[in-house]
């Protein structure tokens, strides 16, 4: 257990619905990180946030938002689904802003089905 | 664009052998560089980190070696066992940009 819990672990849904994948930090890490794996593809960075606020941005489509709450905990919101969207989605928590010192803490991931 | 490079998909080694991952990355900026290990089910593991200043870290059967003119890194794990099959993945960042890019993985397996 690596200490950042993600939910569902796995989820099935249809085009055009809306998903929330949750995900709970490492305690004490203030920074969380969503990335996007798809099929043979490499982690995707989506969106970081850092003590409620976001701190960077990637490739994440506007279809998709997130946020981090006051109890650090990080929901990511995909609307619109399409069957292109299907892939592992991991959370990552981090004590400092950048990761630099520590890595990242991974979470199991979460697998979203398209159909 | 993809900045960081893991041009093998797939690598395999006897067991007790050594075992060289390779890493390639194209943006100057990257000063650190990461390793992180994936078992099916789970999420990445960090493994090991060299930061820019030097050429070699190691931490007991793991080290890396970062060569900054080359553009290239490499992890080195020896003797290999059959508990490190899994996917490595290589990340690299830079302190004025928070985020860690990855390559796309090098699935290692040990063959015993």
């Known amino acids: 257990d690596s200490g950042v819990t993600q939910t569902p672990k796995h989820l099935i849904t249809a085009t055009g619905q809306r998903v929330t994948l949750r995900c709970s930090p490492r305690?004490?890490?203030?920074?969380v990180y969503w990335y996007q794996q798809s099929l043979d593809q490499g982690l995707q960075f989506l969106i970081q946030?850092?003590?409620?606020?976001?701190?960077a941005k990637g490739n994440i489509l506007e279809r998709f938002s997130a946020q981090q709450f006051p109890d650090l905990h990080s929901e990511l919101n995909l609307s619109s689904l399409e069957l292109g969207d299907s892939a592992l989605y991991f959370c990552?928590?981090?004590?400092?802003?950048?990761?630099?010192?520590?890595?990242?803490?991974f979470g199991s991931g979460t697998r979203l089905t398209v159909v | 664009d993809q900045q960081v490079k893991q041009n093998s998909p797939s690598l395999s080694v006897q067991e007790g052998r050594i075992s060289i991952l390779n890493c390639d990355y194209t943006?100057?900026?990257?000063?650190?560089f990461l390793w992180y290990k994936k078992y099916p089910a789970e999420g990445p593991t960090f493994l090991i980190s060299?930061?820019?200043?030097?050429d070699k870290n190691e931490d007991g059967r793991f080290t890396v070696f970062l060569n900054k003119s080359a553009k290239h890194l490499s992890l080195h794990i020896v003797p290999s066992q059959p508990g490190d099959s899994a996917v490595y993945f290589c990340?690299?960042?830079?302190?004025?940009?928070?985020?860690?890019?990855f390559g796309t993985g090098t699935r290692l397996t040990i063959i015993p």
């Open positions: 990552a928590s981090s004590p400092d802003p950048g990761g630099v010192n520590y890595g990242y803490t």
């Open positions: 305690s004490g890490d203030l920074s």
């Open positions: 946030y850092y003590n409620g606020e976001e701190r």
């Open positions: 943006n100057s900026m990257f000063d650190y």
């Open positions: 060299i930061s820019s200043i030097k």
């Open positions: 990340a690299a960042g830079d302190f004025g940009n928070e985020k860690l890019t």
